[in-house]
């Protein structure tokens, strides 16, 4: 069967392979420490369950408007409004089928063949391979380590080309945690905005930010910056909320209006009653995110502290996000010279799954999730120095 040229060039995504070999280890009996997922391993809120049981039972069951529920909407534009100081109304937002689906409908809606795309790098593995998928480019701008892996407004800057349609930054990042401060994401949005290039901020992790920091939005931005500034964000992570999939956009009226378009084409409405539980989360959740945000910072430091104390890995503590994503260069040798020989090294000879760092255009780095446990968090780090000092030849 000849498959077409964009299919064919799409890879199974690492995250999903590693996922993959660690089930096939458990099946066949191993204990497995998994350091590979990408969502909280926290339930989702009683209050989002119950409305969408309650849901469920009043037969909320049929299609909806494919923008998603009115209420819904507006519930974002009004939590959103008052967080960025903007006036989003219903018109500016869609419901989607996760922040995935906004990434891909918006890239789908924004990007003809030929245009190119400003990334910084590592990134998140949807992003090239969407981007790709339209038609477009990515082009990579590394971050430093060293520089805690900031995103600085720049190095993108001087990174766009006469194709450059958008520049797609995520703060909190995947994989690194990194962040961008308030005033280069002004300088970003404002010098885009002057080119005529959209600004999409992908903020799925906004309210995993750690040591009181506050987080920098550049919804804040949108009403200056009208045309510039998308925003898309989620319920996964912040309601571990994985599974229901619901994910938004918030931008101008005639975008949304567009993507909704594409969006009424591709998957249609987000599920009915996911989307009245991701309601009832929004209004009503506060407690079980602050629960869950007090857990993960204590869980970042027993990580990292852990982390720097192994030797040859190098870890910069992430200021957001739930993954480490330490430099294991240094125990590179014969038999383990990258990062997808050390995770296939790590899940077989140590019961530990992570995620190579290779998939995010980092191949010195692994990315490790602590969204687990605390003592999932020490046994995998006793496995992790064993391991490393490689005790069986390879
Ligand atoms: C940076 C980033 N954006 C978007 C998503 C997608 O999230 P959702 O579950 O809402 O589709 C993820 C999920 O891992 C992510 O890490």
């Known amino acids: 069967m000849q498959l077409s040229r964009r299919a064919a060039g799409l890879a199974e995504s690492a995250t999903m392979r590693v996922t993959r070999k660690a089930q096939e280890l458990r099946d066949a009996g191993r204990e497995i ?80 063949e030929g245009d190119s795309v400003v990334v ?19 082009i990579f701008v590394p971050l430093a380590a060293e520089d805690g892996f900031a995103i600085r407004a720049q190095p993108l800057i001087d990174a766009i080309e006469d194709t450059t349609r958008m520049v797609l930054i995520n703060s909190p990042s995947n994989p690194t945690g990194g962040v961008i401060a308030a005033d280069e994401l002004r300088r970003l949005v404002e010098h885009c905005a002057e080119r005529g290039i959209v600004v999409l901020s992908d903020e799925t992790y906004e309210r995993f930010l750690f040591d009181g920091r506050e987080y920098a939005s550049a919804g804040a931005l949108a009403a200056e910056f009208p045309d510039t500034v998308i925003v898309v964000s989620s319920f996964s992570k912040t309601y571990a909320m994985t599974g229901w999939r619901i994910g938004y956009a918030l931008a101008s009226a005639d975008l949304i209006r567009r993507v909704a378009a594409v969006q009424s084409h591709a998957t249609s409405n987000p599920t009915s009653f996911a989307m009245r539980g991701a309601l009832a989360a929004l209004t009503g959740a506060e407690s079980d995110v602050q629960k869950m945000l007090t857990a993960f910072e204590s869980r970042r430091n027993f990580l990292v502290q852990g982390l720097e104390r192994l030797p040859g890995v190098t870890c910069t503590t992430p200021p957001g996000a739930f993954y480490a994503f330490p430099n294991v260069a240094a125990c590179y040798r014969d038999g383990c010279r990258g990062s997808l020989e050390i995770a296939e090294y790590l899940l077989e000879e140590a019961g530990v799954a992570i995620v190579p760092g290779v998939a995010f255009g980092a191949d010195e780095h692994i990315r490790i999730s602590f969204a687990c446990s605390e003592s999932d968090l020490a046994i995998g780090l006793e496995r992790l120095e064993a391991a490393l000092r490689f005790p069986a030849a390879r």
């Open 120 to 138: 910084p790098s590592p990134c998140w593995v949807s992003f090239p391979e969407q981007i790709r998928f339209a038609g477009g480019q990515p």
């Open 33 to 112: 420490i998994d350091w590979s997922a990408g969502q909280p391993d926290f339930g989702t809120p009683q209050v989002a369950v119950g409305a969408a049981i309650q849901a469920l039972e009043e037969g909320f069951t049929r299609y909806t408007a494919a923008a998603g529920i009115p209420d819904l909407r507006r519930a974002l534009a009004d939590h959103y409004g008052r967080l960025h100081g903007v006036e989003w109304k219903a018109d500016n937002v869609v419901v989607t089928v996760g922040a995935k689906a906004a990434l891909f409908e918006l890239t789908m809606a924004l990007i003809d």
